[in-house]
């Protein structure tokens, strides 16, 4: 391609809705365009930086056996009511004159064809794989092509026999992604990952350090321990139990609303005091005790109470389920489940709220006067803790998310039906792994990475164009002839 044939309309002023260095300099640089919110043109140097990314996918995903698939984006709304994701908030936009959804990603297609042609214990295992065209119904699409309403992933699914053969699949992809990723020039990490209700470690992010990202991460820079926030957990002591259990007593804590406030009437450290927060889950009250002012980690509890709605109950509620505000809640009397967080394990010598506006109940003992159920990990680390690996200082960072790789087991396919035969001619459910990555994502995050006052520094890899040859001299007949047989070549 020529200089002066190309189609790169550059921008010389930066865009005054585009607030991050990538957003800024695909636009100036004309790699992309924006039709409509969350929703981009591609232009052909933005398009060829992608097609290298995706080359780069492909080789490493046909390198562990992946078989590349092209599904239809436009999937039949029943699909999604069979595994219940039809509703989920913020995920699918649909066609409404024909029931028809336009796919957020395809478990439900490739468990449709695995229900309709795995049969037997020798069908498996498989990985299959796509590079298309996904759409999310994001509520704020923002960053331009970090969160679009429309954008490509690469999404691959592994079929195999037993959870042993996931971790196998699982491993594979880890494996790759950290080649394209490496291959692609971006300097990430990975990070243990939530997975929900569906408990146990098998997920894990891929992800850059950006103070751009969305999401919250814990990394020790002394050992290299990383978690996003909402599995990170970090060495802070727990409260622990002291010889002697005073009795409960009530005492009046006039105007005392924060955690700081009680602390300074009551002249003690926050260690004993425990904050107590009222959600609900799936209509339900659960009391959640925490020490002093540590946050909770929704992510946490979500998992804690085993999946399910759980939203913190308003100012009315509050009042209607236990008598008092926020300020003056406590586990003593509360009608409900109560859990706790793992730093007040079995302590005693609380300070928490009495369920009277402007009360409290100090000597409380968790183990003698609290109906605890149970306690659990549902704290949010903050910067600066104690590493739990090697106990140095842990940093709390956002990051962008390059990639996501997930132990799904069978969930899918129970809901579609995709079983296969053993040896023994025993039906079982399909083991379902599912792995994404952002391809938009790719090419930003190296823009994030590589660039300075002058534009974009193409790394090689993504480069649009491997090289750009320049006549010096124009006026040579002989230059130009030159240069002209190199480019032929
Ligand atoms: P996020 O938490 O950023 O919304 P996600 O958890 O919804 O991401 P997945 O469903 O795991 O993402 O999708 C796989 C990959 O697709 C992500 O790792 C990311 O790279 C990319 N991706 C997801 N949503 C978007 C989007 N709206 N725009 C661009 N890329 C996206
Ligand atoms: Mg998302």
């Not at 794989?129 to 092509?145: A, H, L, W």
């Not at 004993?272 to 980690?297: E, T």
């Amino acid at each position: 391609m020529r200089l002066s044939k190309a189609f790169v309309p550059t921008l010389k002023e930066t865009p005054s809705d585009a607030a991050i260095p990538s957003h800024q300099l695909m636009l100036r640089a004309g790699l992309m365009r924006q039709l409509t919110a969350g929703v981009y043109a591609y232009l052909p140097l933005g398009y060829k930086a992608m097609l290298k990314a995706m080359q780069i996918i492909r080789e490493e995903m046909d390198a562990i056996g992946g078989q590349e698939f092209h599904l239809p984006a436009l999937n039949p709304e029943a699909l999604w009511m069979q595994t219940g994701r039809r509703n989920v908030p913020n995920f699918i936009l649909s066609v409404k004159e024909r029931d028809l959804v336009l796919a957020p990603t395809h478990e439900e297609v490739i468990a449709w064809i695995g229900a309709n042609h795995i049969q037997s214990y020798k069908d498996l295992p498989q990985i299959w794989y796509q590079i298309q065209t996904k759409f999310r119904n994001e509520p704020r699409p923002r960053s331009g092509v970090l969160r679009g309403r429309q954008f490509i992933m690469k999404d691959s699914y592994s079929l195999d026999r037993t959870w042993e053969e996931l971790d196998k699949s699982y491993d594979a992809h880890a494996e790759a992604y950290r080649n394209i990723f490496s291959r692609c020039g971006l300097k990430f990490f990975v990070v243990g990952a939530s997975s929900g209700a569906m408990g146990g470690t098998g997920s894990q992010e891929f992800m850059i350090e950006s103070p751009f990202g969305e999401d919250t991460v814990a990394l020790c820079d002394h050992c290299g321990y990383a978690a996003n926030v909402e599995v990170a957990t970090s060495a802070v002591p727990s409260v622990g139990r002291s010889a002697e259990s005073a009795m409960p007593k009530e005492i009046h804590t006039p105007n005392v609303k924060t955690i700081d406030e009680l602390a300074s009437f009551l002249k003690t450290d926050h260690r004993q005091l425990a904050k107590s927060r009222v959600y609900l889950h799936d209509g339900n009250p659960v009391l959640v005790l925490m020490m002093g002012n540590d946050q909770v980690n929704e992510s946490k509890l979500i998992a804690a109470v085993g999946g399910g709605e759980v939203f913190a109950a308003g100012e009315e509620k509050l009042v209607e389920l236990t008598g008092a505000d926020a300020g003056s809640i406590g586990p003593i009397g509360f009608k409900g489940r109560i859990i706790a967080d793992n730093r007040l394990k079995d302590s005693n010598n609380l300070v928490s709220g009495a369920n009277k506006n402007d009360f409290h109940i100090i000597n409380i003992d968790l183990k003698r006067d609290a109906k605890v159920e149970n306690y659990f990990d549902l704290r949010q680390v903050e910067d600066k803790e104690p590493c739990a690996s090697c106990g140095k200082e842990i940093r709390v960072a956002h990051a962008i998310e390059l990639g996501h790789i997930f132990k799904l087991g069978t969930k899918y396919s129970e809901a579609l039906n995709m079983r296969f035969l053993d040896e023994q001619g025993q039906s079982h459910p399909v083991v379902m792994g599912s792995y994404g990555i952002g391809v938009e994502r790719i090419v930003a995050c190296h823009i994030e990475q590589s660039h300075d006052e002058n534009g974009i520094a193409w790394g090689k890899a993504l480069a649009p164009y491997a090289c750009h040859l320049i006549t010096v001299n124009m006026n040579s007949k002989e230059a130009v002839l030159h240069a002209n047989q190199i480019y032929q070549k």
